[in-house]
Antibody
């Protein structure tokens, strides 16, 4: 059974850097084809993909947020870390991590972590 | 980025109704299209992957179809637990989601 859980601060101040950790079990990030993504959802709004890291350490970022994001993995700890710099109140959202499953060239997010609400406020 | 447009944005329906939600991509994405269900305060749950493949454990009243730019999610007979928000997501390139369709009880 695959599970993921996000952890990190619930409140950050504007201009600070946010660091979120996704701790997972049931799969290895060293297995061919596997990936972990981060997705966020502002209150009452739609889902927005942020970043994705693959088993081979390939990394992809949302073009609109690329300059502010860094995604890394620690395979030995079964963790993926997302950092977002220069936080702003508009970044207030629930942040999810999710397992990237795949079949040939097709892929999808399943399952997802429970999410963690991050509020940006002074 | 590939833009995903869902319609309608919201929908009122009754238990037992047949419901269809549409998702359109701004360019062809073949079958790289997934559907998720999200209930209030919960994480999204995968329903359909690769446009038409039913995720294990998902009731058979859910189905997906389409390829290229136009896709549909159909619920054949709405059940009370189906009232939720539904999102499409393309995986052809960097992932993008539709804006969501909120399915409400009439």
């Amino acid at each position: 059974q695959i599970t993921l859980k996000e952890s990190g601060p619930t409140l950050v101040k504007p201009t600070q850097t946010l660091t979120l950790t996704c701790t997972f079990s049931g799969f290895s990030l060293s297995t061919n084809g596997v990936g972990v993504g981060w997705i966020r959802q502002p209150p009452g709004k739609a889902l927005e993909w942020l970043a994705l890291i693959y088993w081979d350490d390939d990394k992809r970022y949302s073009p609109s947020l690329k300059s502010r994001l860094t995604i890394t993995k620690d395979t030995s700890k079964n963790q993926v870390v997302l950092t977002m710099t220069n936080m702003d109140p508009v970044d207030t959202a629930t942040y999810y991590c999710a397992h990237r499953n795949w079949d040939q060239l097709l892929n999808w997010f399943d399952p997802w972590g429970q999410g963690t609400l991050v509020t940006v406020s002074s | 980025d590939i833009q995903m447009t869902q319609s309608p944005s919201s929908l009122s329906a009754s238990v037992g109704d047949r419901v269809t939600i549409t998702c359109r991509a701004s360019q062809s994405i073949s079958r790289h299209l997934n559907w998720y269900q999200q209930k209030p305060g919960k994480a999204p749950k995968l329903l359909i992957y690769a446009a038409s493949s039913l995720q294990s454990g998902v009731p058979s009243r859910f189905s997906g179809s389409g390829s290229g730019t136009d896709f549909t999610l159909t619920i054949s007979s709405l059940q009370p637990e189906d009232f939720a928000t539904y999102y499409c997501q393309q995986s052809y390139s960097n992932p993008t989601f539709g804006q969501g369709t909120r399915l409400e009880i009439k």
